[in-house]
């Protein structure tokens, strides 16, 4: 089998976790070796960052934020995502470098050169070989985040209670990069229900897997 490195990425809201979830779940099922991840948080390491980036009541500085996300991905590569990979898997990562171009970069402002320089640092020049984008209208995500945080199944955490101004930045970001590298950047619409954003996902993985010769037992 194939290995290949695919993310996931979006807006809050967008609903990229759950689907990340089924398509791993659909993929197994089809008798491929899958592992799953995600950033903050795909190590040991990770998981203590992630608390401490994401903890609401935390005050965190820009350039600690964007520092302590890289120092969470070169752990992530080297530590998991490229062992993975060596051995044959389909790794499925919820959010990667993507995530900084669009929240550290487009959200807080840092200037194209500083990030491009932080990401290549962190990943070593590891890209993935499709990204999903889970491109969803803001306020449609602020409500999704708000029901669930309302109904327990979510937290609000620090990027949670950033303003829609911040979030449309990173919208754009994201469609912006979908744009420039439509080779591997696929952009699925978010805003009809779970299962439609599911066989969304699921035709667009399964062409490239294909395209790839991974072969379904």
């Known amino acids: 089998m194939a290995a290949a490195f695919i993310t996931f990425e979006g807006i809050d809201g967008s609903g990229k976790s759950t689907q990340l979830r089924m398509l ?27 608390h401490a980036l ?10 600690a934020e964007l520092l302590l996300y890289a120092a969470d991905r070169a752990q992530h590569v080297r530590t998991l995502i490229r062992p993975q990979l060596a051995a044959g898997r389909i790794v499925i990562s919820d959010r990667y470098s993507d995530a900084t171009v669009a ?63 911040f979030h449309t930045r990173v919208r754009e970001a994201y469609q912006e990069i979908a744009r420039r590298e439509p080779e591997r950047v696929r952009v699925i619409d978010a805003s009809g229900s779970i299962a439609e954003t599911h066989l ?12 790839r010769g991974t072969q379904h037992s």
């Open 24 to 50: 791993a779940s659909e993929l197994t099922a089809r008798g491929l070796e899958v592992v799953t991840t995600r950033e903050p948080g795909g190590t040991p390491l990770g998981a203590s960052l992630r």
């Open 54 to 63: 994401l903890d609401a009541e935390a005050e965190v500085d820009p350039l």
């Open 103 to 165: 929240y550290q970069g487009a959200g807080r402002g840092f200037p194209v050169n500083l990030i491009n320089e932080v990401v290549q640092l962190a990943t070593e020049g590891l890209k993935p070989d499709l990204t999903l984008v889970f491109d969803l209208d803001v306020e449609e995500g602020r409500l999704r985040q708000t029901r669930r945080t309302t109904n327990g199944a979510n937290k609000s955490d620090r990027l949670d209670m950033e303003t829609d101004a």
């Open 200 to 211: 969304r996902a699921v035709q667009v993985v399964e062409l490239f897997l294909a395209q």
